[in-house]
Structures are given as structure tokens and as C-alpha cells.
Antibody, heavy 119, light 105 residues
Framework: EVLLVESGGGFVRPGGSLRLTCAAS????????MNWVRQAPGKGLEWVSV???????YYADSVKGRFTISRDNSKNTLYLQMNSLRDDDTAIYYC?????????????WGQGTMVTVSS | DIQMTQSPSPLSASVGDRVTITCRAS??????LNWYQQKPGKAPNLLIF???SLQSGVPSRFSGSGSGTDFALTISSLQPEDFATYYC?????????FGPGTQVD
């Protein structure tokens, strides 16, 4: 079965840090482009970051310089290191696969992990 | 950045209705347009990729059309399980922006 399972969310004060984890099974994170997408409570979807199979990375302007996407191929796991967190980073964070054969559509999503930033 | 707009929102419909949601990109994105369905408390689910290609396992009552800047998602006969929020997304260039969503209720 193909599964993406996020973890690492929680409550953090503004200025704090969290590292999100997306554990993959049934697919290889090294063979796919992997993304993070977030959704603030009651709001729409916002793309956050992508790591391509060739290691190129891109970020939304809203997180550039604060968030870092990475992966550990040996653990088949994707990460999102989030530093200098702000109130408006509060959201459900999803990891999603782009298999690169669907014109960069995201065909597999995790269930999401909630991040709450509040003083 | 490429901006995405959707209309209408919300959309009121009944079971059996033919429903069309439109999406417009702020610049030419060729056919790099995807549609997702999201139900409350769930992750989004890919319906259409490449503007008009039906994702595996998605019912054939869903269809997509368009190219360039104007796109549409059509549900030929709305079913009870189709009441949800629908998002378009451009995957032409990063940042991969989503539309604001259309709630079908």
C-alpha cells in the first residue's frame, strides 16, 4: 500500500522551531518530486516547498529563508525544518508526491499534521 | 507568481445537476492545470491533471477542459458524495499556486 504519514506537528511559540517528518511506504522519496502544502484553519491550500529528484529545491516566498526541505533516502523520509515560526504559519501541513509523469500534479497526499504557532 | 482565480464560490447545486467550475490563470500555463477535491477533515484528492486527463480511479462524471489561461471542471451529474470543495492548481512554474477553492453545497 502506498502511504505518506506526516508527524512532528504541535504547539510552538512565535520564533520557535519544529521539524516535520513525512514517512513514505510503497513509494521512494528519492525517485519522486516531493512537496509540502499547508492549509490554515478554514482557508485554502498553499504550496510551501518542493524537492526534486535532482535535489533542486524551491520555496514559497512566505517561508523562504525560514523553512528547509530535505530528505533521507535511507529512511525513505521527507522533512520540513521550520525556524522562526510566526502566527501565520499555523496550518495543517501535508506532504504530497509529484510522480513527474502527471505534469507535476500531486497524486498522493498524507493525512496532514497540525502546526499551531501562538503566544 | 502566477495567480489563480475560481468561480463561482460558493456554488449551490442539487443531486443530478450538471456543475461547472471555472478557473483562470494570470498568464499562459499551457495545460499545466490540475483539479483537486477536498472533503472536510481530509487531504485533497487529485481528480484531473494536465487540464483534461482523468486521474486513475476517479469517476468518469468528472471532466476537465481548457488550455492557456481558462479552464473548467465539469461534473456531469452531481452525486451526494461530490459535495466538497474543489481547487485548481497550476503546476507550470513554482510557486505552484492554488485557486481559492469552490465549495459545492
Amino acid at each position: 500500500e502506498v502511504l505518506l504519514v506526516e508527524s512532528g506537528g504541535g504547539f510552538v511559540r512565535p520564533g520557535g522551531s519544529l521539524r516535520l517528518t513525512c514517512a513514505a511506504s510503497g513509494i521512494s522519496v528519492s525517485s519522486n518530486h516531493m512537496n509540502w502544502v499547508r492549509q490554515a484553519p478554514g482557508k485554502g491550500l498553499e504550496w510551501v516547498s518542493v524537492i526534486y529528484t535532482g535535489e533542486t529545491k524551491y520555496y514559497a516566498d512566505s517561508v523562504k529563508g525560514r523553512f528547509t526541505i530535505s530528505r533521507d533516502n535511507s529512511k525513505n523520509t521527507l522533512y520540513l525544518q521550520m525556524n522562526s515560526l510566526r502566527d501565520d504559519d499555523t496550518a495543517i501541513y501535508y506532504c504530497a508526491r509529484d510522480p513527474s509523469m502527471l505534469l507535476s500534479a500531486f497524486d498522493i497526499w498524507g493525512q496532514g499534521t497540525m502546526v499551531t504557532v501562538s503566544s | 507568481d502566477i495567480q489563480m482565480t475560481q468561480s463561482p464560490s460558493p456554488l449551490s447545486a442539487s443531486v443530478g445537476d450538471r456543475v461547472t467550475i471555472t478557473c483562470r490563470a494570470s498568464q499562459n500555463i499551457r495545460d499545466y492545470l490540475n483539479w483537486y477535491q477536498q472533503k472536510p477533515g481530509k487531504a485533497p484528492n487529485l481528480l484531473i491533471f494536465g487540464a483534461s486527463s482523468l486521474q486513475s480511479g476517479v469517476p468518469s462524471r468528472f471532466s476537465g477542459s481548457g488550455s492557456g489561461t481558462d479552464f473548467a471542471l465539469t461534473i456531469s451529474s452531481l452525486q451526494p458524495e461530490d459535495f466538497a470543495t474543489y481547487y485548481c492548481q497550476q503546476s507550470y512554474s513554482t510557486p505552484y499556486t492554488f485557486g481559492p477553492g469552490t465549495q459545492v453545497d
